[in-house]
């Protein structure tokens, strides 16, 4: 089956520093890929949608200038929390999907961000 | 507009019994579904989707989910629980039209009791 590689697992940052998270779909090309974060004990929220080759479109209450994502590739999204804060902190998870189409979508193992 | 109601936040079964796991959706359109499976500190594993076709769906680890669309429910089923099962589960509606994107129920959260 499609794999999505999500690195790293876990990071710790300072605060006022920048973190990248990096969503690599190993053999297929993706076209859409998703961030999304999610808080202890509760659902997926999605934070923001990228297609390769354009900008993201990012969810309501989210911000771009702190989330920075880009999706140079087929292949490669990646997502950069900007001037971190102990709020940021949170499980980040990427998910790719091979075209636009309502086909399944497949995730990546997700990313353990503390900000201390 | 699309969503999903995960009717039970955490399920207690015994390793043995049947798994009953409750989503209710609403869909404007023939939506397409999706029953994921999370455990702790993990990415999300898909376990099954309906997309249209046959209404009872088989899945992986002996999970299956009925499409009904009567009672616009797709409940995620198991005869027999096993220990591996414990983890959260969520049920998704992906959204018929632009980006495509999945809206997530709350999440329910299966706990197997031995």
């Known amino acids: 089956g499609a794999v999505v590689s999500q690195h790293p697992s876990r990071v710790i940052c300072k605060s006022g520093t920048s973190v990248k998270i990096e969503c690599r779909s190993l053999?297929?090309?993706?076209?859409?890929m998703f961030w999304y974060r999610q808080f202890p004990k509760q659902s997926l929220m999605l934070m923001a949608t990228?297609?390769?080759?354009?900008?993201?479109?990012?969810e309501q209450g989210v911000e771009k200038d702190k989330f920075l994502i880009n999706h140079a590739s087929l292949t490669l999204s990646t997502l950069t929390v900007t001037s971190a804060h102990p709020e940021d902190s949170s499980f980040y998870i990427c998910?790719?999907?091979?075209?636009?189409?309502?086909?399944?979508?497949?995730f990546g193992q997700g990313t353990r961000l503390t900000v201390v | 507009a699309q969503s999903v109601t995960q009717l039970d936040s955490h399920v207690s079964v015994s390793e043995g019994t049947p798994v009953l796991l409750r989503c209710n959706y609403s869909?404007?359109?023939?939506?397409?579904l999706f029953w994921y499976v999370q455990h702790p500190n993990k990415g999300l594993q898909l376990l099954l989707k309906?997309?249209?076709?046959?209404?009872l769906v088989k899945g992986i680890n002996g999970f299956e989910a009925e499409f009904k669309k009567s009672e616009t429910s797709f409940h995620l089923t198991k005869p027999s629980a096993h220990m591996s099962d414990a983890a959260e589960y969520f049920c998704?509606?992906?959204?018929?039209?632009?980006?495509?994107?999945?809206?997530f129920g709350t999440g329910t959260r299966l706990k197997v009791l031995a």
């Open positions: 998910s790719a999907r091979m075209h636009r189409m309502n086909t399944e979508a497949f």
């Open positions: 053999d297929f090309q993706a076209t859409t």
């Open positions: 990228s297609n390769e080759g354009s900008k993201a479109t990012y």
């Open positions: 869909s404007s359109y023939s939506p397409s």
């Open positions: 309906y997309t249209s076709a046959a209404t």
């Open positions: 998704v509606v992906s959204t018929t039209s632009g980006t495509y994107k999945y809206i």
